[in-house]
């Protein structure tokens, strides 16, 4: 079974359960490790199942989930988005998260996409190395762009 790297990557409100950013989780085999010693909600832990499977699978090799939320405060939403991904194209997956969620913020130029474009012809190939040198520079681009 493969190794799954989990960590937030957007925290919505506040997460009642403490995560921040920075907290990293690892499914090994049927163990969840968590080597910061963070804390994990079981609702979060609840809505990985299907993409862990997925990702056991090899149907795919990163997807995001986000927990349910919470309602502690009926005024503002609590959620945290994760970030979960096969341990050894794990730069891949942590940018082609920070790209999707650049490109929510702003336009994507006509440079990064083409970039982002090669960077999927690879992936299907099976070139990770070479996805990982596009999607870096496609999000340079879009950085770049943005100021």
Known sequence: MRTINIRP???IGRCPAGLTLEDEFQIKGMRLENPKGSNLCFLALSHFPMMIWQLQSESRFFSHASCPGCIMRLDRENRVVFLL????????????????RLCRERKEPETARRLKTDAIEYQNRGDYAKALQRMRAALEELKRIAT
Not at 85 to 100: F, M, N, P, T
């Open 9 to 11: 990557v957007e925290i």
């Open 85 to 100: 991904g096969h341990a050894d194209k794990w730069e891949l997956c942590q940018v082609i998260s920070e790209y999707r």
